[in-house]
C-alpha cells in the first residue's frame, strides 16, 4: 500500500511534470552523456540499465543513445506520461512503467540488470532509514553479479551547513524562486514559479519534502548492502576527471559493484 509520503511525492510530480522540462530542458540535460560515457565504457559492455526514478526520460533517452537498452519507471503517471512524449521526440524505444523503486521486482518481475541508476535527487525523498534501505536494498537485489548501482544527488552535507535560503532558476519567461526551509531532519522546498508574458506574469506554486541524506550515511548503507568499491563523483566537471570536491560542489554522484 502506498504511503502518505509517496502519495505526496506523486501528486507533487503529477502536478510539477509540466513545469519540470521548462525548468531543466531535456536538450540542455543531454550535454551530461560525457560523464555516463566515462563510468560505464570503463566497466561495462553495452547492457541492461534500469532507471528507477526516471523522471521524464532524460537518461533513459541519453543511455539509449549510446546504445544501452534501458527500462523505465516513475512513481508518477505525470511524469512517465511526459517521458512518453520525450522519447518519442528523441525516436526512443523503451519501456516505461509507473511504480515504486523500493519495489521494482513488482514492477519488472524477476528481471535483472548490469546497472540500476536512481538520478537527480530522488533517493532523498525516502523520508525515513527503513524506507532508504527498502530502496537501497531493492535496487542491489534486482542487480547481476558484478553489477553497478548509481545515485546522484544533491550534496546535502554542503545544504545543511550553508543553511542557504533561496536559489534562483531562469528560462525563457519563466522565474523559478527556491525558498528552503530547515526542520528537524528534513528540508522543504518551496518552489515558486512565474511566467511573463509582455506586462502580465503569472505564479504557481509548489512544494516537496527532501530528507538530506549525508555522503557518509549514503556510503555507510551502501556498505551495509554488500556495495564494493564505492566512489564519489561530481558529474558536471570533466576538466577534471569528475573529481568530487565534498565541501564545495552543489550535487555528486555515487557509485557501488554489487
Ligand atoms: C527530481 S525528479 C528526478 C527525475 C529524473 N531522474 C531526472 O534526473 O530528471 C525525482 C523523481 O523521483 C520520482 N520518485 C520519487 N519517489 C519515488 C519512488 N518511491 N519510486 C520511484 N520514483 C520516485 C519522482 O516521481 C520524480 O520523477
Not at 551530461?32 to 561495462?44: A, V
Not at 513488482?106 to 528481471?111: L, P
Not at 530522488?122 to 527498502?134: I, R, V, W
Request: aromatic content about 12%; some cysteine; glycine content about 6%.
Amino acid at each position: 500500500m502506498a504511503t502518505n509520503s509517496s502519495k505526496l511525492n506523486a501528486k507533487f510530480y503529477n502536478n510539477f511534470a509540466s513545469i519540470h522540462d521548462i525548468m531543466l530542458p531535456i536538450e540542455e540535460r543531454l550535454s551530461g552523456k560525457s560523464f555516463f560515457e566515462y563510468i560505464l565504457k570503463k566497466d561495462f559492455k553495452k547492457n541492461e540499465i534500469l532507471d528507477c526514478a526516471c523522471g521524464t526520460g532524460i537518461h533513459v533517452i541519453l543511455l539509449s543513445k549510446l546504445g544501452y537498452k534501458v527500462d523505465g519507471m516513475d512513481l508518477s503517471s505525470g511524469m512517465i506520461k511526459q517521458a512518453k512524449i520525450n522519447l518519442k521526440k528523441f525516436n526512443i524505444k523503451a519501456n516505461l512503467k509507473v511504480g515504486d523503486f523500493r519495489k521494482i521486482k513488482s514492477v519488472y518481475g524477476e528481471k535483472k540488470y548490469d546497472f540500476v541508476a536512481c538520478l537527480g535527487n530522488s533517493l532523498a525523498y525516502m523520508q525515513t532509514e527503513k524506507d532508504l534501505k527498502k530502496a537501497l536494498g531493492e535496487m542491489f537485489n534486482v542487480l547481476k553479479p558484478n553489477g553497478m548501482v548509481i545515485i546522484s544527488q544533491r550534496n546535502y552535507d554542503k545544504l545543511l551547513k550553508d543553511k542557504k535560503r533561496y536559489n534562483v532558476i531562469q528560462q525563457g519567461k519563466f522565474t523559478f524562486l527556491y525558498i528552503y526551509n530547515y526542520l528537524k531532519n528534513k528540508v522543504i522546498f518551496n518552489i515558486i514559479a512565474g511566467a511573463t508574458n509582455n506586462n502580465r506574469t503569472t505564479f504557481q506554486t509548489f512544494k516537496t519534502t527532501y530528507n538530506p541524506i549525508l555522503q557518509k550515511d549514503l556510503k555507510k548503507h551502501m556498505q551495509e548492502m554488500g556495495c564494493r568499491n564505492i566512489k564519489f563523483y561530481n558529474q558536471g566537471n570533466e576538466k577534471e576527471y569528475f573529481k568530487f570536491n565534498k565541501e564545495s560542489d552543489e550535487f555528486f554522484t555515487i557509485t557501488g559493484t554489487k
